[in-house]
């Protein structure tokens, strides 16, 4: 894999294949969700992490950099700042 990225065809029902080694190095397994973003002409597609980094909630979460905190710890880095 390079820094130029892969080209891959799409099928006829809109889909593609994500390269194994692209798999691998991202850590996206069968059965994973992913997130797919527009970003401006750019597609973003990750890994989907639906709860919370830090307790695991799957309820009120946020996100903040590529990870998702509930809003209960959210109150809780407040009260401690």
């Given at each position: 894999m390079n820094d130029e990225g892969i080209i891959r065809n799409l099928d006829n029902m809109g889909r593609i294949v994500i390269?194994?080694?692209?798999?691998?190095v991202l850590k996206v397994m069968?059965?994973?969700?992913?997130r797919i973003i527009k970003d401006n002409n750019t597609v973003v597609i990750k890994k989907a992490a639906d709860n919370c980094f830090?307790?695991?909630?799957?309820?009120?979460l946020i996100e903040y950099k590529d990870v998702y905190i509930c809003k209960k710890?959210?109150?809780?880095?407040?009260r401690r700042v």
């Open positions: 390269p194994k080694e692209m798999r691998k069968n059965g994973d969700k992913v830090l307790c695991g909630s799957e309820n009120n710890c959210v109150k809780e880095m407040e």
